[in-house]
């Protein structure tokens, strides 16, 4: 038995990897770029390096395809972001291999942060108040006229890439200018959205036809960047209302295969404000495994065509960490300016406090990963320091949806031409 995988240096390819070798599989790895660290597992028998996801992402898609038809794979699973692009090249990729994906359309369609209040609204499902300005100009001026601090969001983007939070109304509208400026959101202004104060709840499924199969709810202690991102230490914990919201979200899309989301808890309420979607597998399966949820297990008899049944549910108050993130947290803390002597010292020993927690991606079984991650951070280590260190792990994660449609558009175009011109 094969698999062929895409995976980005992320720990949660990494646990896919392992689980899948586990499972009895021979696993092929295709990324973009020499620093992935999943590549040096001993759970990889191949690996193939391919263009860019984020800047090639034909390229990219072209490079699976043709090792698909000149192997013998038993299903192809892409992880993280990839899933987006490659969803797009479904119906090719089912002539060679097994493959569960929604569609191109319904999977950027429920990852459109502009597009969640509509959907969420239907489902019953509670958001942020939230503004979608038609320019910059309008959502200035709207900033101008808000008193209260406000999360700006770029309409697609992922691990709260170029997401800021705003706790000063006068400084709203110069962030939000220097956020249209830096990533280029001329022509889709970022969103504006209320700022809930409060823990993030995180969730992550495994559907079929609709119906939740199996759960992960946890809660992020840590997050990189610390106003909201990637968990570095997180907590199996019960949130009824995050199982009820996934539930008909899920059954809203008639979602088959993995989804999962982000809530910002109000502090003062308890109540839950939906504002993420990833259409796809997301770290928190990494956490359900230690807790007792085998959502990798169940995905593979899924795809062999077996019916699975509802996973036994977690076990609460299970700890997970991902080292070199969390010592990232640590770091930013106690660089950040607008923070006093004694809260970096109250983070320090927040940091420093040991409870019975598991690791991500530490196997003395499986060490070369490790060794291979920290060596890359080392060498980066200035740049991972800097403001903007998140961007070098992000880079070849990334898909840009709005560029591969124009791509999309003028590769067709171009094709249409050749064909009328080699007609009679």
């Known amino acids: 038995m094969k698999a062929l995988v895409?995976?980005?240096?992320?720990?949660?390819s990494l646990f896919v990897v392992r689980r899948l070798k586990e499972l009895g599989y021979k696993v092929t790895v295709v990324d973009s770029h020499s620093r992935s660290f999943v590549s040096y597992s001993n759970a990889v028998?191949?690996?193939?390096?391919?263009?860019?996801?984020?800047y090639d992402p034909q390229g990219f898609a072209q490079t699976v395809i043709d090792e698909l038809k000149r192997?013998?794979?038993?299903?192809?699973?892409?992880?993280?972001?990839?899933?987006?692009?490659?969803?797009?090249?479904r119906d090719i990729i089912r002539q060679y291999t097994k493959m569960i994906s929604m569609s191109f359309e319904e999977i950027t369609y429920a990852h459109n942060k502009g597009a969640m209040r509509e959907y969420a609204?239907?489902?019953?499902?509670?958001?942020?108040?939230?503004?979608?300005?038609?320019?910059?100009?309008s959502a200035c001026k709207l900033l101008e006229e808000l008193d209260a601090p406000v999360v700006i969001k770029?309409?697609?983007?992922?691990?709260?890439?170029?997401?800021?939070?705003?706790?000063?109304?006068?400084?709203?509208?110069w962030e939000y200018r220097k956020i249209v400026q830096k990533y280029k959101l001329e022509e889709q202004p970022p969103l504006i959205q209320q700022y809930i104060k409060g823990p993030l709840i995180c969730t992550v499924n495994l559907a079929v036809d609709g119906e939740i199969k199996g759960n992960v709810v946890f809660q992020a202690l840590r997050t990189v960047p610390t106003s909201g991102g990637t968990s570095s230490y997180r907590i199996t914990v019960d949130a009824p209302e995050a199982e009820l919201f996934d539930a008909r979200l899920i059954k809203h899309f008639n979602w088959t295969g993995f989804i999962s989301f982000d809530y910002m808890q109000d502090e003062a309420t308890g109540q839950l404000y939906l504002i993420d979607c990833n259409p796809r597998i997301a770290p928190g399966v990494i956490l359900g495994h230690f807790a007792g949820v085998d959502l990798m297990g169940a995905f593979v008899d899924l795809i062999n065509g077996k019916e699975i049944q509802r996973l036994p549910k977690q076990k609460n108050g299970v700890r997970c960490k991902l080292q070199f993130l969390?010592?990232?947290?640590?770091?930013?803390?106690?660089?950040?300016?607008?923070?006093?002597?004694?809260?970096?010292?109250q983070r320090f020993r927040e940091w420093a406090k040991r409870e019975p927690t598991h690791l991500d991606m530490e196997d003395i079984r499986d060490m070369k990963p490790w060794f291979a991650l920290w060596?890359?951070?080392l060498r980066n280590l200035g740049k991972l320091l800097s403001p903007e260190g998140g961007e070098i792990f992000l880079e070849h994660f990334l898909f840009d949806e709005e560029k591969f449609r124009k791509e999309v558009v003028q590769v067709e175009a171009a094709l249409a031409a050749e064909r009328s011109l080699v007609q009679p």
Request: proline share 8%; hydrophobic share 40%.
């Open 326 to 345: 969390d010592l990232g947290w640590l770091l930013y803390s106690l660089t950040d300016s607008t923070l006093s002597g004694k809260e970096k010292w």
């Open 375 to 377: 060596a890359f951070l």
């Open 45 to 54: 028998d191949k690996r193939l390096l391919a263009p860019s996801l984020l």
């Open 154 to 173: 770029p309409r697609i983007a992922c691990n709260a890439h170029g997401q800021k939070i705003v706790r000063d109304p006068k400084q709203a509208v």
């Open 6 to 12: 895409t995976t980005p240096a992320s720990p949660t």
């Open 71 to 89: 192997g013998d794979y038993s299903f192809y699973f892409p992880v993280l972001e990839c899933g987006f692009l490659m969803s797009y090249y």
């Open 121 to 137: 609204k239907a489902a019953g499902v509670r958001t942020p108040l939230t503004a979608a300005p038609d320019s910059v100009q």
